[in-house]
RNA sequence: GGAGAGAUGGCAGAGUGGUCGAUUGCGGUGGUCUUGAAAACCAUUGAGGGUUAAACCUCCGGGGGUUCGAAUCCCUCUCUCUCCGCCA
């Protein structure tokens, strides 16, 4: 959520940064800022209200102390139009400032400087590219049919059980999939972030900390009995842990790691994407989070996009680095950069982390502050980013490594896979 | 699921209608003393809004109510603890 005072005193960059997003805010951002002052004005109004309505209290008080009852009476009645003003005033109030979150609810984050402007994907900017398309020889089958062929994963199976999207990992497809979170969580603990093994399910509260609520209602699974929401990422839960915190300067960077499942309803997608492991409602995610000073976000940032092609390097997997363009950013984000790696037997590529800048923006909803020394708390900022998503990984592996009869194990997984390659005698 | 108790400032813990934003202790910060440190002593120490600065306003788990006035009374929700039941 940005903040009003920025957009009062900021009213022309604010427009310019949004129209990044293909975003024309100027009517919208003049109403916030109507309505904050019209906010303030009742505020200060009301202020004064009860300023005099508690004198008035203090007064009676004294009077019935010194038994002159007949003017505390008195007194009440002109006590009682007071409350009547204030309680007008706190309706006007109430009124005011639920226009105005409902307002602010609804504008995202200002892009960074960096963020090209552009309408879709098309248009992010390819940061950089690493290694190359692996050289088959035979005809690549895409991983849906390595995966049958291998029983690796059955997704009719988990169509049965759940529905579409909810695939049933098997035998060495179950292994990999082990052995990759593990290694993906030992690679962030050398890198200094804690794990965690947070809740999969959390509360409204949470789902609004960090911007999944109200904008992306639909995409969360709900349980109506109990309002609680499946995690979409671990995101959500390990940043709430520092939902209304006050952190000393000296605590700061906080690292945090998590493995989750995460569930995501995916509403509005279908076509040949979801097809296999490139769409699902469940998947097994790796995150990386850290709560830092305002200062150090950017080189922060960079550490983080640095870990996640640590990763990709390690699996000699072929991938690129994209800077999203405003329309593509998503909603809470100031700066994103996308991970994307080939996938040989779809020809194509997948998209298998996002690494992202959120400024104060989760910061202001969270009320996630820091001190330093002696000042007066400010917002912290935060970040994340996938380090990795399994699916797309593995569907990059199986496809990439595959031979005209097995699949190879890249020499990093062996000691977590406990076998090297995957093959018919299985 | 049933019965009961509770939720107060970083922590512990007073406060049952009238200067209570809140006694006190611990912790933190600054100072005195000391060669230095400890101890002792003194001062200071929640958040948000507001003001040039003050004044002033809001917040004692969340929401609602009673009252001129509520941390204190009532209703409700959430959470924690104890006991019983059930169960991994």
């Known amino acids: 959520m940005l903040q009003t005072s920025y957009i009062r005193e900021n009213r022309d960059r604010v427009i310019e940064r949004l129209a990044v997003r293909g975003i024309n805010a100027a009517e919208m951002i003049d ?36 038994g002159k009852a007949q003017e505390a009476n008195a007194a009440k009645e002109k006590a009682g139009e007071l409350k009547q003003k204030s309680g007008a005033l706190q309706e006007e109030m109430a009124e005011t400032q639920n226009a105005l979150n409902e307002l602010l609810y609804h504008l995202p984050n200002l892009p960074h400087e960096s963020v090209p402007t552009g309408k879709s994907d098309t248009d992010n900017e390819v940061v950089s590219e690493h290694g190359s398309k692996p050289d088959f020889g035979f005809e690549p089958l895409p991983h849906w049919e390595l995966v049958k062929k291998y029983n690796l994963i059955d997704f009719e199976l988990g169509a049965k059980i759940t529905g579409a999207g909810f695939p049933v990992y098997i035998g060495k497809g179950a292994q990999l999939q082990r052995a990759l979170i593990n290694f993906f969580l030992n690679e962030a603990r050398e890198a200094g972030y804690t794990e965690f093994i947070p809740p999969f399910v959390v509360n409204a509260a949470s789902g609004f900390g960090t911007g999944q609520l109200p904008d992306k209602e639909g995409q969360m699974y709900h349980m109506q009995l109990d309002d ?17 915190v006050i952190l000393n300067e000296n605590e700061l ?12 309803r995916e509403a509005g997608s279908y076509g040949k994407d979801v097809k296999g492991l490139n769409r699902l409602h469940q998947f097994d995610k790796v995150e990386i989070v850290q709560v830092v000073d305002p200062e150090k976000s950017y080189e922060v940032l960079d550490t983080m996009v640095a870990h996640a092609a ?53 910061a202001n909803r969270l009320k ?3 001190r330093k020394g002696n000042e007066k708390p400010q917002l912290a900022h935060t970040l994340n980013g996938s380090a990795l998503a399994l699916p797309r990984i593995v569907a990059a592996l199986l496809e990439n490594y595959q031979t005209e009869n097995g699949i190879a194990i890249p020499e990093v997984l062996h000691k977590y896979t406990g076998f090297e390659s995957i093959s018919l005698n299985d």
């Open 310 to 362: 640590g990763l990709l390097d390690k699996l000699g997997l072929h991938y690129r680095v994209l800077r999203l363009c405003g329309g593509d950013l998503g909603f809470t984000s100031a700066l994103t950069y996308d991970f994307e790696v080939w996938s040989g037997g779809q020809d194509r590529w997948l998209e298998v982390s996002s690494v992202s800048n959120f400024e104060t923006f989760q």
């Open 228 to 244: 609680l929401y499946m995690i979409p990422t671990a995101e959500v839960p390990l940043t709430n842990i520092f939902r209304d």
């Open 253 to 264: 960077p906080q690292k945090l790691t998590a493995y989750s499942p995460c569930f995501r």
């Open 31 to 66: 109403k916030v800022i109507a309505l904050d002052e019209k906010r303030r004005a009742t505020q200060t109004e009301l202020d004064s209200t009860l300023g005099e309505a508690n004198q008035m209290a203090r007064e009676i008080g004294d009077l019935y102390k010194q």
């Open 368 to 370: 996630l502050r820091y």
